[in-house]
């Protein structure tokens, strides 16, 4: 059995978690926490980088990061499912990009909190990337992906999008929802026709500080 290695409140985990559940995988990998910050996970062995999420497969083989581990899941299930062929598969690919992005600039604010002081924090560098997350999100606020019907209707971008907005749920409180009325109800089809979007949900909390782990 494959593992994949994660911890709960990741929004890049979340994704793979999605992409397993949509493309009837779930029973073929086992989930085990990982602590990015601990030296003595094996994580860092699995993956040089120490990131999450990073899949075992059977044969001892480590892949990372997400987007690679949703392109091999797409292949095992048949290939053209959350990765289209052809000339549909480039704004596939790029609306995932631009929601990873999100999810990366969401976390770099919350690891400024996390791991300085509030003496040593830089305003300017907080506000350069919440300015990445709100131009993203009115990216897609003005270019809303198509509602979701069933799990069948996800791709790869849409799923990123969904984890990427729960992230902002879970570490700034939703804030988001103030200024995206279009993204709220896109993303509230998306959970209906998405089950395990609400099965792999993390209570919200607020950016925490000074608490190295788990990260993310």
Known sequence: MMKLRSSAPSPFGRKVKLALSILGLKGKVEVEDANTADPSDSLRRQNPL???PALVLENGDVLYDSSVILEYLDFL?????????GEARFPVLRDQTLADGIMDAAILRVYEKRFKEQKYRDPAWDAYQA???E???KHFED??????ATAADVNAGSLTLACALGYLDLRFAGKWRETHPKLVAWLDAFEAAVPAFTDTRVAPTPVPENDP???R
Not at 77 to 85: D, H, I
Not at 143 to 148: A, E, Q, S, W
């Open 77 to 85: 299930a048949g290939g053209g499912k959350l990765l289209p062929e």
């Open 213 to 215: 782990a788990p990260l």
């Open 50 to 52: 120490g990131k999450i």
């Open 131 to 133: 300015g990445k997350m």
């Open 143 to 148: 270019n809303t992906p198509p509602t979701p």
């Open 135 to 137: 131009r993203g999100l």
